[in-house]
């Protein structure tokens, strides 16, 4: 036994020596990708920040030309009064004048004319009015979208956003169902980075739990004791592959693409002693995906919304 204790002696110190250089080289490989994935976030939130700066643009321009329609209905109903009260004194005049010598039928043939100029200034005023309508629907859901984006940034930072999302019920009057992300409005979220971030732990306890054996003698345990010090594990095994150790490279490559769905997924794969390991860091996994889950669906419904026609906003909730 001491013979053997000192070879698992021996074998540890190597190991740790070749872990220090292989740790070494993940932390620069891990820092290099750590500043791209900074820079390209940098440039998406320019990027952002310039399509937002347009949508303003367009919305300022959309409000210029409502109030310039605004203004041409106005002065369109004032004209149609002043034509109806011309007509209305002038059909007088003539019935007054032409009493005694005219036929109720010239009359009549006088003033069809006037009547039918009338009704048809009367339909283009009532499209006027319709058009101008529409244009502030648009005008409100675009506000709407704006509010959605900045309700999302908020829940991008990990923090509570019950300030936006209540700005974002108050602008969609009930248009788009935002309850599913109520839960979790003062506590907030995790980040995918932040989920990133935990995970490395979080999967050596995943391992140390799938392969704890239940009982053993003291070399059995004596191994344990050493794999717990040593932590290496693989990350790239076969797809079907079912150990502990495969389903965590797994879930893994899910949360590099943003994917908390399928890490979920691949962790109800584990073992029970495993899962027990893990169901901190599970549940605030679940509590990401079902926020990411609820602005899916918002968007979709926004996005419905935006294609209906905009007099029937009723049509889109359906």
Do not use: C, W
């Not at 620069?28 to 643009?57: K, M, N």
């Not at 169902?177 to 990133?196: H, I, K, S, Y």
């Not at 594990?233 to 797994?250: F, G, I, M, Q």
């Not at 769905?261 to 109800?268: F, K, N, P, T």
């Amino acid at each position: 036994m001491s013979g053997k204790v000192a070879d698992l002696e021996t074998r540890v110190n190597a190991e740790l020596d070749t872990l220090r250089k292989n740790v070494s080289q993940e932390i620069d490989t891990r820092l290099a990708a750590a500043t791209d994935a900074s820079e390209a976030a940098r440039s998406g939130t320019q990027r952002v920040g310039r399509e937002l700066a347009g949508i303003r643009t367009e919305n300022a321009e959309l409000g210029a030309r409502f109030d310039a329609l605004k203004a041409e209905s106005d002065r369109a109903t004032a004209a149609l009064r002043t034509t109806a009260d011309e007509l209305a004194r002038l059909k007088t005049e003539l019935d007054a004048r032409l009493a005694a010598f005219a036929k109720p039928e010239d009359v009549a043939s006088a003033v069809t004319p006037l009547e039918g100029k009338l009704a048809a200034l009367r339909e283009d005023v009532q499209g006027v009015v319709k058009s101008e309508e529409g244009r502030k629907a648009t005008a409100g859901r675009i506000v709407l979208s704006l509010e959605l984006a900045s309700l999302k940034r908020a829940i991008d930072r990990g923090k509570g956003y019950a300030a936006e999302l209540a700005q974002t019920r108050k602008l969609s009057d009930g248009s788009i169902d935002l309850a599913p992300l109520e839960r979790f409005a003062d506590t907030g979220v995790p980040t995918p980075a932040g989920l990133r971030q935990e995970f490395r732990p979080v999967a050596f306890k995943i391992i140390d739990a799938a392969q704890a054996p239940a009982e053993g003698g003291i070399v059995e345990r004596l191994l344990a004791g050493a794999k717990s010090v040593v932590r290496v594990r693989k990350v790239s095994h076969d797809a079907d592959e079912k150990t502990a150790e495969a389903v965590v490279a797994r879930m893994e490559q899910a949360l590099n693409e943003d994917r908390p769905g399928d890490v979920l997924q691949e962790a109800r794969t584990l073992p029970q002693p495993a899962q027990d390991a893990a169901k901190d860091y599970l549940a605030k996994v679940e509590a990401r995906f079902a926020v990411d889950r609820a602005l899916a669906e918002v968007e979709a419904q926004l996005k419905a919304s935006l294609g209906s026609p905009a007099g029937d906003p009723g049509k889109a909730r359906e």
